[in-house]
């Protein structure tokens, strides 16, 4: 079974950055597409942003298109999203998720991370 272990997070003032790793425990990571969702509080989980296993495509949620970069080392099994411009209204548990389909649907994954927490203040 994948474990994956996300880190990270932290607390911001707004406009200031952070960057997510998310750590695969195992190869197969190379060959599924991943996935980064956020939930807040009395929310429901959202959808960030997406790369494909090859690292050829990317994509993103409107809100924070521009903002935010997926990338993902394969040699290292893990993912990272670049968070720039943070708002306060990106606060959020964040988590990684690995799947064998490229969506922005969390159903679609198999494998999710613990969650670490990004605390954005005005």
């Known amino acids: 079974q994948v474990q994956l272990v996300e880190s990270g997070g932290g607390l911001v003032q707004a406009g200031g950055s952070l960057r997510l790793s998310c750590a695969a425990s195992?190869?197969?990571?190379?060959?599924?597409?991943m996935g980064w969702f956020r939930q807040a509080p009395g929310k429901e989980r959202e959808f960030v942003a997406a790369?494909?296993?090859?690292?050829?495509?990317?994509y993103y949620a409107d809100s924070v298109k521009g903002r935010f970069t997926i990338s993902r080392d394969n040699a290292r099994n893990t993912v990272y999203l670049q968070m720039n411009s943070l708002k306060p209204e990106d606060t959020a548990v964040y988590y990684c998720?690995?799947?064998?389909?490229?969506?922005?649907?969390?159903?679609?994954?198999?494998?999710w991370g613990q969650g670490t927490q990004v605390t954005v203040s005005s």
């Open positions: 998720a690995s799947g064998p389909i490229l969506t922005s649907s969390a159903r679609a994954y198999d494998y």
């Open positions: 790369i494909s296993w090859s690292g050829t495509n990317t």
């Open positions: 195992q190869r197969t990571n190379s060959r599924n597409h």
